[in-house]
């Protein structure tokens, strides 16, 4: 049983910055695809970020672009997401995700990921 546990969100103003984990159970041999994603009030879930575990290789969502950076510790098998120049747009509730197999987007997409965690809130005041 896969189950991503996020921790790390909080408050902080613009510019600031914050970093993720997400502690991943049950997937640990094989390539699998790990990603976080975020959900605004009224709006819905959007990919943020994806790593492809077996390639090492890495995409992000055009918002996130030169701002987040996605990594794995392969010891801890704990994804992290270091989140540097927050902008209030930025706001909302963050969830980590884990499939088999290989991401081939940029952008994780929602519709592909079956594992999910409870999500841990991030607040960017201006």
């Known amino acids: 049983q896969v189950q991503p546990v996020e921790s790390g969100g909080g408050s902080v103003q613009a510019g600031g910055s914050l970093r993720l984990s997400c502690a991943a159970s049950g997937y640990r041999y094989g390539s699998y695809c790990m990603a976080w994603f975020r959900q605004a009030p009224g709006k819905e879930r959007e990919g943020v970020a994806r790593?492809?575990?077996?390639?090492?290789?890495?995409g992000y969502a055009d918002s996130v672009k030169g701002r987040f950076t996605i990594s794995q510790d392969t010891v801890k098998n704990t994804l992290y997401l270091q989140m540097n120049s927050l902008k209030p747009e930025d706001t909302g509730m963050y969830y980590c995700a884990v499939r088999g197999g290989y991401c081939y987007t940029s952008s994780p997409l929602v519709k592909n990921f079956a594992h999910w965690g409870q999500g841990t809130q991030v607040t960017v005041s201006s």
């Open positions: 790593l492809n575990t077996g390639t090492r290789t890495t």
